[in-house]
């Protein structure tokens, strides 16, 4: 979709710094849990200390220690502080954490996502119950309305995990929610990029159109063109490991983000 849209002001570029500074320390965080720099068992800095660290307030801090939470990696006890889950090593060998461990580029993950979604599309296009497409098309409309970068990517992953769950098959459901984290990653570097804006190629309006037309052969099509335009518009970045070019990219954004606040 276009990214061309006016600079928002004022409250939004605060929303937005706050979006990728949580970020950036959640996948800092992440990484040590999961790669064992962080123990199990370990108690994790205070609220304040992990301010200080990371330069953040204490609410972006209590933000990421919610979505550690919510994932399993620590355990929050009342009063005491916050613990590395001892179920944190089956999370470590989940399939995200032996992706990449392998260190993939961008150009594999655009390549592994191409034989996988054009098939899914192409069966939620046969598939899709009505409640379903209203679901893509809830997704669609959210990922139109947003306007923060965060926002944008996490409702371009809400869309494209929509359609896996309308094709029918766990399997390739469970497949593509395996590529999720570094997706949301390349979907951040993508919406911050006027160039993914390019002239004629597909967006996800397209695709959605093509669904709800049961239009097999376009929609199979619009998302080939959807996810190869990557290989046109990412260059050097293509070939760097997707931890690196988000860790570049999040760097990069915040540092925009701040000089405009």
Known sequence: MPTDS??????????????????RIARQLEHDIRSGKI???????????????FGASRN??????????????????????????ERSPVQARHYDALYRAERPTVRQ????????????????????????????????????KATDVVDQAHADLDF????????????????????????????????????????????????????VARDVERARRCMLEHLTLGLRTYGQDLDVSVDVMARQHIETLLSQTKGHG
Request: charged fraction near 20%; hydrophobic fraction near 45%.
């Open 160 to 211: 494209h995990d929509a359609i896996a769950r309308a094709c029918g098959n766990p399997v390739l459901r469970i497949m593509l929610s395996s590529l999720s984290g570094m997706m949301f990653e390349m979907m951040l570097r993508s919406h911050s990029d006027p160039a993914i804006a390019e002239p004629g190629v597909p967006h996800h309006p397209e695709i959605f159109e093509a669904i």
């Open 39 to 53: 123990q199990v068992g370990a108690k994790l800095p205070s609220e304040r200390e992990l301010a200080a660290q």
């Open 6 to 23: 006016p600079a928002p002001m004022g409250h939004d570029l605060s929303q937005s710094y706050r979006g990728l500074l949580t970020e």
């Open 109 to 144: 993950l655009i390549e592994a996502r191409i034989p996988l979604e054009v098939e899914i599309v192409g069966l939620a296009t046969e598939r899709a119950t009505e409640a379903q497409l209203a679901a893509i098309g809830r997704a669609n409309d959210a990922l139109l």
């Open 60 to 85: 972006v801090v209590r933000e990421v220690l919610r979505r550690l939470e919510a994932q399993e990696l620590i355990e929050v006890a009342p009063g005491r502080g916050s613990f590395v889950s």
